[in-house]
T-cell receptor, first 113, second 116 residues
Framework: AQSVTQLDSHVSVSEGTPVLLRCNYSSSYSPSLFWYVQHPNKGLQLLLKYTSAATLVKGINGFEAEFKKSETSFHLTKPSAHMSDAAEYFCVVSAPRDYKLSFGAGTTVTVRA | GAVVSQHPSWVICKSGTSVKIECRSLDFQATTMFWYRQFPKQSLMLMATSNEGSKATYEQGVEKDKFLINHASLTLSTLTVTSAHPEDSSFYIC????????????FGAGTRLSVL
């Protein structure tokens, strides 16, 4: 079985400062890991995915995440936050050929001007 | 690419009526589509998985007679909430998998259902 734990329910940053969203995973297999973003009353947009290739994954809008097997982590970072980054972020895990996605509880990001 | 359209985006209905939500993959064929439910400030819960031309597979605890799913073509899946009640009010989101890697899913914008 797979699961993820998002360590922060809410992150608040100032515009232009770095963003760090923490995610730890648990998986019986070599996992596939994803980060999705959800803006208010919108569906989810895929930011990036890890599927056993390079451990440092670059996504859209300047986000990147690093897969660390030894720490069972997949933290999401962005060097400089923008007001438009204010949203809900979900860390998601699945087994490589399993369609079922296990979602974390989500992290709400607010960006201060 | 990989756009999923969901319609309507918001629907209000009276208790006891049925509501149909459409999910379309606009620029790819989706053998498998998924329906999720999201309560306010909570994560997504998978309700069911639909495969084109076959019956949907429902997750434990989801009433298949209440939530009817039809996957009529490789680009269209529908969710019908039958005899809706206020407790069915929620945000419903569909997703579609464009290929064999069905854990890579693209999501619709969601439908907010309010049952009065």
């Amino acid at each position: 079985a797979q699961s993820v734990t998002q360590l922060d329910s809410h992150v608040s940053v100032s515009e232009g400062t770095p963003v760090l969203l923490r995610c730890n995973y648990s998986s019986s297999y070599s996992p596939s890991l994803f980060w999705y973003v959800q803006h208010p009353n919108k569906g989810l947009q895929l930011l990036l995915k890890y599927t056993s290739a390079a451990t440092l994954v670059k996504g859209i809008n300047g986000f990147e995440a690093e897969f660390k097997k030894s720490e069972t982590s997949f933290h999401l970072t962005k060097p400089s936050a923008h007001m438009s980054d204010a949203a809900e972020y979900f860390c998601v895990v699945s087994a490589p050929r399993d369609y079922k996605l296990s979602f974390g509880a989500g992290t709400t990001v607010t960006v201060r001007a | 690419g990989a756009v999923v359209s969901q319609h309507p985006s918001w629907v209000i209905c009276k208790s006891g009526t049925s509501v149909k939500i459409e999910c379309r993959s606009l620029d790819f064929q989706a053998t498998t589509m998924f329906w999720y439910r999201q309560f306010p400030k909570q994560s997504l819960m998978l309700m069911a998985t639909s495969n084109e031309g076959s019956k949907a597979t429902y997750e434990q605890g989801v009433e298949k007679d209440k939530f009817l799913i039809n996957h009529a073509s490789l680009t269209l899946s529908t969710l019908t909430v039958t005899s809706a009640h206020p407790e069915d009010s929620s945000f419903y989101i569909c997703s579609a998998a464009p290929g064999l890697a069905i854990n890579i899913q693209y999501f619709g914008a969601g439908t907010r259902l309010s049952v009065l």
